[in-house]
């Protein structure tokens, strides 16, 4: 018997490309360092845009303006136990706050070419990093008022 109803993790991430590279971020996880975008779970009373802006400063010191939906995606863990619905926005950085601390976990941040983030596949927190910026450059782009906060 499960403790609570199943339900997916709401989660946000940020595809964000300057100069021909991508903002990602390298994290300690339970399987090692792995590779993932600025990425976290929606909190209570937060809009997905606020959320995602939250955690790109709080996992990368950069100040996010989303400028798009690039997609959502839904993917459950190869041991089954959780699934994630995850809200893909797009957008730039404007400005870091260096000297920040950033979140427990975090290693670094790291802008990759799109080479260097196929060739780090095998380390990536989920198949979503890549799926994320293929939709990126492909042209994938949706307005943000597809998604209705009230």
Same mark, same amino acid.
């Given at each position: 018997?499960?403790?609570?109803?199943?339900?997916?993790?709401?989660?946000?991430?940020?595809?964000?490309?300057?100069?021909?590279?991508?903002?990602?971020?390298?994290?300690?996880?339970?399987?090692?360092?792995?590779?993932?975008?600025?990425?976290?779970?929606?909190?209570?009373?937060?809009?997905?845009?606020?959320? #995602?802006?939250? =955690? @790109?400063?709080?996992?990368?010191?950069?100040?996010?303006? !989303?400028?798009? %939906?690039?997609?959502?995606?839904? &993917?459950?863990?190869?041991?089954?136990?959780?699934?994630?619905?995850?809200?893909?926005?797009?957008?730039?950085?404007?400005?870091?706050?260096?000297?920040?601390?950033?979140?427990?976990?975090?290693?670094?941040?790291?802008?990759? #070419?799109?080479? =260097? @983030?196929?060739?780090?596949?095998?380390?990536?927190?989920? !198949?979503?990093? %890549?799926?994320?910026?293929?939709? &990126?450059?492909?042209?994938?782009?949706?307005?943000?008022?597809?998604?209705?906060?009230?």
């Amino acid at each position: 018997m499960k403790d609570r109803p199943w339900k997916p993790n709401v989660t946000v991430a940020a595809v964000i490309e300057r100069d021909g590279r991508f903002l990602l971020v390298e994290e300690e996880t339970p399987e090692g360092l792995r590779f993932n975008q600025p990425a976290g779970h929606l909190e209570e009373g937060e809009s997905l845009l606020e959320a #995602t802006v939250r =955690e @790109v400063l709080e996992e990368t010191a950069h100040r996010f303006v !989303p400028e798009y %939906l690039v997609g959502v995606y839904q &993917w459950t863990r190869p041991q089954g136990d959780i699934t994630y619905l995850r809200f893909a926005y797009g957008g730039r950085v404007e400005g870091e706050e260096r000297g920040r601390a950033l979140d427990a976990g975090i290693v670094r941040a790291v802008w990759m #070419t799109p080479d =260097e @983030v196929r060739a780090t596949a095998d380390r990536h927190r989920s !198949p979503l990093i %890549l799926q994320c910026i293929e939709d &990126w450059l492909g042209g994938k782009r949706h307005p943000l008022s597809l998604v209705h906060h009230h």
